[in-house]
């Protein structure tokens, strides 16, 4: 394992950001390109939407970067990727695309549902595919055909996942930092450098975006969000990262601890989806269209403040991949999900009480 590598891939997105995002907002500003507050945002003042413009460029900087270093000393190229990342790539850069045409102009769910099946396609076809269930419902071997189905749903429901918790600062980009960061530590754990490299190397990036997303101060012009082009890349990297650790090989061995550390590192977005398009379809609404019930907006009506509600969801979410690497050696994965599941429910329970506390709360103070 090539641990300067890692290391500069990380370094480089990181100073590459520093220099990008500053610039991004500039031209935000100049050109008045700004997420408009409305009744289901948070925010109160138009603000920037296109930082995650920065993302996938520097991703793909780095990588190359790096990649080229290595050639360049080694004169071979036996340790270069496989072509599954440049298929990535493609479908990458058709994400990114449909982003930035969001982000500015605003595009159809369904041609944005259409991009990401497309690109999930382009994960699936050089040969990453779920063929493993590890255990969960007695399923261990999945046909070819049902493993990619499968795959290609778990992509489209990640990069969703990402971009529909993006509701309040630092919550989509620290959720992705926590993720990217594990999953970075058991690709190279499990010698795959190139897959660490692109994990590292898209958490550097995040990184100054974060700050600038949380601490900033919108009045002087500090404050940016990701947008769509963001979450829409960061959902798309962690899924094909989730899949290829989840890939069982002929003996299988680490298929089931990876597998569950994968996806305990997206337990929030993943069951908030579910939370939300069950509550839509209750309600006789569009499950596709956007409201103010994903958990975030569930914690600000409890009275926490935006960036207390930001930090305790990812203290949530660090919670469920802590509990969840501890009873991986001695629970199956169906026993994993049925105990992370009534935990969820018990969180919501809790939640939806405090809820109506302090709105009872409110109705005193205004009588």
Known sequence: MDYLSLAGGFLLSLLLGMVIVPKILLISYKKRLFDMPDSRKVHQIPIPRLGGISFFPVILISLCFMLGIRLFCEGTTENLPANEFLFFV?????????????????????????????????????????????????????????????????????????????????????????????????????????????????????????????????????????????????????????????????????????????????????????????????????PFLPDKNHFHHKLLRTGLRPRAVMVSILFIALFFIILNWLLAGIMGMTGLLITDIVLWMLLQTGINRAMRKHKRKLKTIEV
């Open 90 to 286: 493609v479908g990458g850069m058709m994400l990114f695309l449909i982003g930035v045409a969001d982000d500015l102009v605003g595009v159809s769910y369904r041609y944005k549902f259409l991009v990401q099946i497309l690109a999930a396609f382009l994960i699936v076809w050089p040969g990453e595919w779920f063929n493993t269930l590890g255990g969960l419902f007695g399923i261990y071997e999945l046909p070819m055909f049902l493993g990619v189905l499968f795959t290609l749903f778990v992509v489209v429901y990640i990069t969703n996942a990402i971009n529909l918790i993006d509701g309040i600062d630092g919550l989509a980009s620290g959720l992705s930092c926590i993720s990217l960061f594990l999953l970075g530590t058991l690709c190279m754990v499990e010698g795959d450098e190139h897959y660490a490299l692109l994990a590292f190397s898209t958490f550097g990036v995040i990184v100054p975006f974060w700050f600038y997303n949380v601490f900033g101060n919108a009045k002087r012009g500090h404050k940016l969000f990701m947008g769509d082009t963001g979450s829409l890349i960061l959902g798309y990297i962690i899924s094909l990262l989730v899949i290829h650790l989840s890939h069982a090989d002929e003996a299988g061995a680490t298929a089931h601890s990876n597998m569950v550390l994968a996806f305990s590192t997206l337990i929030v977005p993943l069951f908030d989806v579910v939370r939300v398009v069950i509550h839509r379809l209750r309600e006789k609404k569009n």
